[in-house]
């Protein structure tokens, strides 16, 4: 596969991730470990399939562990915490404040080796907390969902602490992800049983919505993602990642979950705004430091 072939590959997961609020919303009323157990069965599943036609399992065998762990952890961490924020906060509102992963990813790569912070990194950092600082702000002297927009908080750093941390693992197949999806679809059905009471969907609506959401955001998204931040353009596919939370509030505002507010608009254009800005600096120092 070309380089070009990989990023556009890897746009397909950003589309897909726009979808996630929306399928969300619509599996209730059932509980967040019965769906991350449900959706990730079939995202597992879809990733077993393509496994087993292309002859993966040696590849699978040959993956360290440690990689597994950190892909279960990351995938079982993240779904928990955010189809828990969707279920305890107003959805538009958690649903941005999630996907600040994009500008954590870029600040926590500041870390890394050979890598450092520059002025536009801080101020996009500044930039997009504004808008996340909109969002919890009390309404009417009184906060809504803040225990929500906590553990949303608590997503976008557990989808950045993984994607950055992936990166020692460039080499492992994109086959490992249907493991990833498997172990964490296994490991949500003891929190399930124990902490929570199963509740089924009440209409074909919301069997459908599970379905979507393990075929498309909670599965094919991670197979495609995989694919392009390995072989195609990350810079190109970490800026375009910033258009998701203004996709998804969108998607929420048109089929009438959300309303089209001037909080909640501005607040979107500040997390994207300045996640953007983040991004800018740091393409903006990868080409200073290739000359």
Known sequence: MTR?????????????????ALFTIGTAPVPPFQLNAMSFAVGGA??????????????????????????????????????????????????????????????????????????LHILGAVVAFAGAAILVAPQGGQFTGGAGL??????????????VLSRSFGTVPTDS??????????????????????????DALGWGAVLALGLGPVGL???????????????????ASYAAPLLSTLILVVVGVAEASITLLLAAALIAGGAGLAAYGSARAQRRAQR
């Open 150 to 163: 906590a553990l949303a908080g608590l997503c976008a750093l557990t989808w950045s602490s993984y994607s």
């Open 177 to 202: 992800v249907a493991v990833f999806c498997v172990l964490t679809a296994i490991l949500s059905v003891p929190p399930h049983l124990l902490l929570e009471q199963t509740q089924w969907p009440t």
């Open 46 to 119: 879809i990733g077993l399939v393509w496994v087993s036609r292309t002859g993966g399992w040696r590849r699978l065998a040959l993956v360290p562990t440690r990689v597994y762990i950190l892909g279960t952890l990351g995938l079982f961490g993240y779904h928990a915490l955010y189809f828990s924020a969707l279920r305890l906060a107003p959805p538009a509102e958690a649903s941005l404040i999630a996907y600040l992963w994009p500008l954590f990813i870029v600040l926590f790569s500041g870390l890394l080796p050979g890598e450092r912070l520059g002025a």
């Open 221 to 239: 998204a991670f197979y495609v993602w995989d694919i392009g931040v390995k072989a195609g353009d990350i810079q190109l596919l970490g800026v």
């Open 4 to 20: 070009r072939a990989a990023t556009f590959t890897g746009f397909i997961a950003i589309l897909l991730w726009a979808l996630l």
